[in-house]
């Protein structure tokens, strides 16, 4: 009896032990400060990380990656005082060597700047609020979405946060759809990396949908990025990045089959970059 009981509670304590080690590698994420800008003097001053930090979420166990030039950058964590008053005097810790990283070990707000010159007081600095991990979504079947709903895909009339405005609040799992509608012959939608997202650079594209209603299916978590080659769109706010994550498993009844990109078009290798 006692050596069930003993072999019960050893068998729920790696069950704890293998859920608490998933939960920490499903929330872990890398975040590049100030993504292709880097940590710099930001050129708008300190708006330019206080935007970038209200854009991402921080849980336990992220990454934040600090590139810089070495020798003309550093970056020091120092307390909301320090960081208030520009004070550098005695950091937490300092980085010299990029790309420095920190990791996001406990809950609560971070603070960083550069301690040389006048750096900080130009604008390089950065806080943040690490949160604990979210519950895991509960099991539900594929969503089909419309992208932006009535006004379909097109230029949108307030720029890109239009479709960010779409996204937000929205979860996509792995076999979740996604359908673009548009007037054939005057837009299409191009799946893209995150780098030509970001530029609104088209000349690579990784496919190419022309036909309306273009659907594509969510078959990868990670980062989705979408635009329109067509001139300026991307540049004008037709543009589209989303953030898959993978099903979670369902409480009973058999597993859902894999899904695949619509026969419409062929993926290509890999498909979409994931977000770091």
């Known amino acids: 009896m006692k050596q069930n009981m003993a072999k019960k509670l050893s068998i729920a304590t790696a069950i704890f032990v293998v859920a608490t080690l998933v939960q920490t590698m499903v929330a872990q994420e890398i975040h590049v400060v100030g993504d292709n800008m880097g940590w710099i003097v930001p050129p708008l001053g300190s708006i330019a990380y206080r935007t970038w930090a209200a854009t991402n979420t921080f849980i336990i166990g992220d990454i934040l990656v600090f590139n810089f030039t ?17 004070n550098s005097t005695n950091p937490i810790a300092i980085e010299t060597t990029s790309p420095a990283n920190f990791t996001l070990s406990s809950l609560g707000e971070y603070y960083f700047i ?19 991990p979210p519950p895991p979504p509960p099991a539900r079947d594929p969503v089909t979405y419309d992208v932006g709903d009535q006004m379909g895909w097109t230029v949108p009339p307030g720029g890109s946060i239009a479709y960010s405005t779409w996204a937000y609040n929205k979860t996509f799992i792995v076999g979740d759809t996604l359908v673009f509608n548009f007037i054939n012959g005057t837009q299409d939608v191009a799946i893209v990396s995150k780098w030509s997202y970001e530029t609104c650079d088209t000349n690579t594209t990784i496919t190419v949908l022309t036909t309306s209603p273009a659907r594509f299916t969510l078959t990868n978590t990670g980062g989705h990025y979408f635009t329109s080659t067509y001139p300026r769109r991307c540049s004008l706010g037709q543009r589209l990045a989303i953030k898959v994550t993978a099903p979670p498993p369902p409480s009973s009844g058999p597993a859902m089959p894999p899904s695949s990109y619509s026969s419409s078009y062929g993926p290509s290798a890999g498909g979409p970059s994931p977000l770091p």
């Open 70 to 86: 070495i020798g003309q950058q550093d970056v020091a964590r120092v307390t909301k005082e320090a960081f208030d008053t520009c």
């Open 114 to 132: 550069s301690t040389l010159d006048r750096h900080c007081p130009l604008g390089q600095k950065l806080a943040i609020n690490v949160t604990a």
